[in-house]
């Protein structure tokens, strides 16, 4: 896909994707131009990631367009150079897992998106790499997300930063220092749910393996009079909420509390005890687990909370006056309570609470208190008892995380990783006291942020060798000075109005301000002011123009706060305290010491100092936290209060600073790496010096000379444009270049898997026909000598078995019953049998006659009755007539009938003379007359006793079989035939000519029945019978061409019978 970019007049940039559908790739009616440099996804490249590259980098409203069009999509980072710039997004936007820590390290800061991790992780490498010293600082106003920020830095360390060898307490003791340090130091306030009310800084010692090993608090000016006093709407500090709320039963009745932050006096000024983002009651588990995790004993547990709970006692003491008007404690229960928590006597408390003691002349004096001093006097311990447990508490913190081989050589070579997370700047409605010292310790801090911006900047060029131009801006030091200036500053006359003798009032000091500050340009009373701004500002109250804009203080409680006063006797009876961390907090010595302590804003100053050194002595690095709305709600860019913070944090300055030169920088190596392709010389290596492959490809993309420079180690380039065509062309080149390089890897890939694949083939295929060529080739040699031994064998087969011929010989035996097994006769008629090789012959007999006895039997098994008796019949008849007769062959395949006429057919009155006789047979039949020889037609029945001739109706004759003497039948083919009677039967006529159609049928069933198969007589020419009494018949037989049957005229029945062609 080509990639077209378009400018169109608004000075939009517009990336075609489609020619009807355009994507908007940037936005901006003063051209911001927001693509960066980069690989990164489109919703990352929403404005610039840094402000350096704003084409028009003193638009204010270019930087806050930038910055609201990034807030818009959840991109709270942003970078001015090395500066993070980072708005409270008041929501969880999931960027601070695990995965993203892991996405930040060990990468070049600017080739991710900015983020805070990208910060944390180029501070830990330069602290490794360079083993100096680093210091991040963190502003922004209140509620801006510094602490949130410093908790992601210490958790990015805790979680990517290996385990020190002794274990990993450590890291969960910076951890852990955490929720103790806020239930006790932050508050809810107007600006913020979980204000820090002192300003923190804290070291953490890493060894030469960049493990933590140790670390160090140190902790500014706590806002004690929270104390005492809220705002409406605001609270205490957490930890009296969450010991009520979260406090065990048991705890809160020794601590003689209830569980009801409305019972205690100094709970209830801000009328807010329950906020809904707070949970104290699991803020309290926290803070209980922390506290053993910072090594705390039980028992100091129990003296801390102790302390907690008098103080809410304190706050419940009240006086009433007497009758002169001295004031006398009312609450005795609270006394009794304070005494026991604390330690100390209930009488000289109760004496302290409401009588001063004055030292004149060398003697002790004590002055009862009125009511409103006794007032004072209770707040004043207070605050004194928790602000020095305050400090106490860090001290012990201090103790825990101090490195456990601090004695250790090593110790030497740990550096220091310093993170600073102090109060911003704040203006509030009416300022006091506390502000004044939050803005004077902001304004130091810029102070140094911009001299050492400045002299970075300058270090550098010197460093690569360009010409420094001189860049303007504001410095605040002049601010500074008014406030901090020896015998001159305002801190110095507040000192000495605190401290000289005399009725010193807030008034006073302000005259004595107006005195000797009355010509600074930063300061303004109502008397110094004109006409005009005279309006603003009350009697009681001055006004500095900070950097960041103006502050009006009210001098009401000035004096007060500054002294810290707390009076003697009080003093005197926390020193007696038998609670060991008020006796660590009251030291003996404080009462002895003459020396007037230093004052609270004296002190201050001199931390402040003392900070500012130590960040001096640190490489610094700068995470800048906005607030988006006051409302802390997400989403919401409340642009008013944005160019405010914009304003006074000083980033217009800042990025004037950075872009006083050159808009854009990069370490030649870094350059060319990212943009040789676009160059065939520098494509795809450079084989020289970097320098010279930069200066090559510069020259090839056309820069002209007045758009860079080139320094020792980097090329500045002036205008963010000439670095965003460059980066134009990157894009186009990269879409194809990310195609030809997918082609080549495509290309590749396939061809790499096409030749495993034929590879495997060729495998394959070698090995299959290795496999076939062996067994083919085992298969002839099998073949060759199977032959050789049978041409052996046969050769020798008549020679007596050896082992040359013993192959053959069973071959031939192996294929003969092989081959007799495929060629067994099919039925008992069938004689064919393979001739057998002469050594089988005998066993060829055994199995033939085998074979015929097996298929006999299975033959016989299978015939049916009937089939037997016909087969029967039929073997007695070839008996009989086999080559006997002519016409018997005939015969043979026409099935013997079981008999020849129906019982229809037989006349019932001779079924009726047969009696019970079953007929067994029945056959018309010609019976010729014994004299005549004329034909009648008969029929013929066998019973199972006799032969019976019949005519119609009548039994014409009966033979027994007893009397049936024998059958004389011809040879020829005629059907005449005999039956020869017993002589002696006179019952008898005589023998019986008859002439059958089926005579073989007939006789042999006859036969059979009257069981004279022996007697059945087959004449040749001629036959003899009895034709009656005395008297014999001749019947000759001659052949013939056909059947004649006659009476010759020598008185015999001739026959001639036919010839037939089976004779
Ligand atoms: N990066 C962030 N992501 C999500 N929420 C945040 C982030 N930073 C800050 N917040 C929200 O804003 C609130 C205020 O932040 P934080 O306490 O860090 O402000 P601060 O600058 O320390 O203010 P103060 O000067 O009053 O101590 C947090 O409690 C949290 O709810
Ligand atoms: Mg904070």
């Not at 020095?388 to 913190?397: E, N």
């Not at 109502?526 to 603003?536: F, G, N, P, V």
């Not at 990025?655 to 990069?666: D, S, T």
């Not at 394959?764 to 496999?771: A, D, E, L, P, Y």
Request: aromatic share 10%.
């Amino acid at each position: 896909m080509a990639l077209q970019v378009e400018l169109i007049p608004t000075g939009e940039i517009i990336r075609v994707v489609h020619p009807h559908r355009p994507c908007k790739l940037a936005l901006g009616s003063d051209g911001v131009r927001v693509t960066m440099e980069s690989a990164l996804t489109a919703r990352d490249r929403v404005g610039v990631q840094d402000f350096v590259l704003l084409e028009n980098f003193t638009s204010e409203a270019a930087f806050m367009e930038n910055l609201r069009r990034r807030f818009r999509e959840n991109l709270i980072y942003t970078y001015i150079g090395p500066v993070l710039v980072s708005v409270n997004p008041y929501r969880d936007l999931q960027i601070y897992s695990r995965q993203h820590m892991e996405r930040y390290r060990g990468v070049s800061f600017y080739e991710v998106p900015p983020h805070l991790f990208a910060v944390a992780d180029t501070v830990y490498r330069a602290l490794r790499t360079e083993r100096r010293d680093q210091a991040v600082m963190i502003s922004g106003e209140s509620g801006a997300g510094k602490t949130e920020a410093t908790k992601r830095l210490l958790q990015f360390y805790a979680e990517t930063c290996p385990a020190p060898e002794r274990g990993g307490a450590v890291r969960d003791r910076l951890l852990q220092s955490n929720p103790v340090l806020e239930a006790f130091g932050n508050a809810k306030t107007l600006r913020n749910d979980n204000s820090s009310r002192f300003g923190k800084y804290m070291d953490v010692q890493f060894d030469f393996k960049g493990a933590p090993v140790g670390g160090h608090i140190l902790s500014y000016l706590l806002e004690k009079s929270r104390v005492v006093h809220q705002n409406h709407g605001e609270r205490n500090f957490h930890i009296f909420y969450q010991l009520l709320e979260g406090g065990e039963e048991e705890t809160l009745r020794r601590l003689g509390l209830e569980r009801n932050p409305q019972s205690y006096l100094y709970l209830v000024k801000g009328q807010c005890a329950k906020v809904s983002s707070i949970n104290d009651k699991s803020d309290w588990k926290v803070v209980r687990k922390a506290l053993t995790v910072i090594d705390f004993t039980e028992e100091e547990v129990e003296e801390l909370l102790s302390i907690v709970a008098s103080v809410l006692h304190l706050g419940n003491i009240h006086f009433a006056a007497d009758e002169e008007s001295n004031a006398q404690v009312t609450t005795e229960n609270q006394i009794k309570y304070l005494s026991r928590l604390l330690g100390v006597e209930g009488a000289t408390l109760r004496e302290a609470l409401t009588h001063r003691k004055i030292i004149a002349k060398g003697e002790e004096l004590l002055s009862p208190l009125n009511l409103e001093q006794a007032a004072y006097a209770r707040d004043a311990l207070a605050k004194a008892v928790y602000s020095r447990t305050f400090t106490w508490l860090v001290g012990k913190i201090n103790r825990s995380l101090a490195s456990k081989d601090a004695e250790s050589p090593s110790w030497r070579s740990t550096t220091v990783l310093g993170l600073l997370d102090i109060y911003g700047f704040e203006v509030f409605q009416h300022n006091s006291f506390e502000q004044f010292c939050i803005n004077y310790c902001n304004e130091k801090l810029q102070q140094l942020f911009i001299e050492l911006t400045l002299k970075s900047e300058q270090e550098e060029y010197e460093a690569e060798g360009i010409a420094w131009e001189p860049v303007q801006y504001f410095n605040n030091k002049i601010i500074c000075d008014l406030v901090e200036e020896k015998f001159k500053g305002i801190i110095s006359i507040l000192d000495e109005e605190c401290l000289r003798p005399g009725e010193a009032t807030d008034l006073t000091f302000l005259e004595k301000l107006e005195d000797t500050v009355k010509q600074h340009p930063h300061f303004l009373t109502h008397k110094l002011a004109d006409q005009r701004t005279r309006k603003s500002l009350g009697r009681g109250e001055f006004r500095l123009l900070h950097y960041a804009g103006e502050v009006t203080y009210s001098v009401t409680g000035f004096l007060d706060k500054n002294n810290d006063l707390l009076f003697r006797n009080l003093k005197e009876t926390m020193c007696s305290s038998k609670n060991p961390i008020m006796s660590q907090c009251f030291d003996r010595n404080e009462l002895s010491d003459k020396k007037r302590p230093e004052t609270v804003a004296t002190q201050f100053k001199l931390s402040l100092l003392q900070l500012v050194e130590i960040l001096k002595s640190k490489e610094p690095a700068y995470v800048r936290c906005i607030k988006p709305n006051d409302a802390k709600q997400p989403g919401r860019f409340d642009e008013v209060l944005i160019r405010h913070q914009v304003k006074y944090l000083g980033l217009m300055e800042n990025l004037r600073v950075r872009r006083a030169g050159f808009a854009y920088r990069r370490k030649y190596e870094v350059f060319l790496q990212r943009y040789k392709s676009l160059c065939p010389e520098t494509w795809p290596t450079w084989a020289g010096r970097p320098q010279d492959g930069v200066a090559v490809l510069v020259r090839h993309l056309g820069y002209k000379p007045e758009e860079y420079k080139m320094g020792r180690t980097k090329i500045f380039i002036r205008f963010p444009k000439t670095l965003f065509a460059t980066e134009d062309a990157l894009e186009v080149r990269r879409q194809s270049l990310a195609t030809k390089i997918q082609a080549a890897w495509r290309g590749f890939h396939w061809r790499q898997k096409f030749l495993r694949v034929k590879r495997s083939a060729i495998c394959i295929q070698s090995w299959w026909r290795g496999t076939l060529g062996r067994r083919k080739a085992a298969k002839r040699k099998w073949a060759a000598q199977t032959i050789r031994r049978l041409i052996r064998g046969f050769i020798l087969r008549h020679a007596p078995r050896c082992p040359e011929n013993a192959f053959f010989l069973d071959h031939v035996r192996t294929s003969f019953l092989l081959n007799l097994r495929r060629q067994l006769p099919r039925n008992v008629l069938d004689t064919s049998w393979p001739t057998p090789p002469p050594a089988l012959r005998e066993a060829s007999e055994l199995l033939r006659e085998l074979c015929m006895k097996n298929m006999v039997w299975k033959y016989c098994r299978s015939i049916s009755p009937e089939w037997k008796q016909q087969l029967q019949q039929k073997a007695v008849a070839s008996e009989i007539f086999k080559g006997k007769k002519d016409n018997y062959p005939q015969s043979v395949p026409r099935l013997f009938i079981s008999t020849r006429l129906g019982a229809d057919e037989i006349s019932p009155k001779v079924l009726q003379a047969l009696g019970s006789e079953p007929i067994q047979y029945a056959v018309p039949v010609v019976k010729y007359d014994r004299k005549g020889y004329k034909p009648r037609s008969r029929q013929l029945l066998l019973t199972p006793s006799a032969v019976v001739i019949v005519e119609d109706a009548k039994v014409k004759q009966r033979i027994d079989y007893a009397n049936l003497t024998g059958i004389s039948v011809s040879s020829l083919s005629d059907s005449l035939f005999v039956l020869h009677v017993q002589r002696e039967d006179n019952k008898q006529k005589g023998d019986v000519v008859l002439q059958s159609d089926h005579v073989i049928e007939t006789l042999t069933k006859t036969a059979l029945s009257a069981d004279r198969v022996n007697h059945v007589n087959i004449n040749q020419g001629s036959i003899t019978f009895a034709g009656g009494p005395g008297r014999d018949g001749i019947i000759d037989f001659t052949p013939g061409s056909e059947l004649l049957i006659t009476k010759a005229k020598n008185g015999h029945l001739a026959v001639v019978a036919p010839r037939l062609n089976s004779r």
